[in-house]
């Protein structure tokens, strides 16, 4: 996957985050998002969308649970 593919890939998962997540603020959906792609710095990238949606989306989850 390359970097512009990647980047799309993620802006989709942000978008999928938010709509289930709706409660909480747009900023916050993308700092988990961006948080967790930081988090996958590896040399194989084609699972990274997938990755970060499930690290993000725990995240988010843990934040409404707590609220």
Request: no cysteine; aromatic share 4%; charged share 30%.
């Amino acid at each position: 996957m390359d970097g512009t593919a990647e980047m799309r890939a993620l802006a989709e998962v942000q978008e999928r985050l938010q709509a289930r997540f709706p409660e909480l603020d747009p900023g916050v959906v993308e700092a988990a998002v961006r948080l967790a792609h930081a988090e996958l710095n590896g040399p194989v990238r084609a699972f990274v969308p997938v990755l970060v949606e499930r690290a993000a989306r725990e995240r988010l989850a843990f934040t409404v649970r707590d609220s």
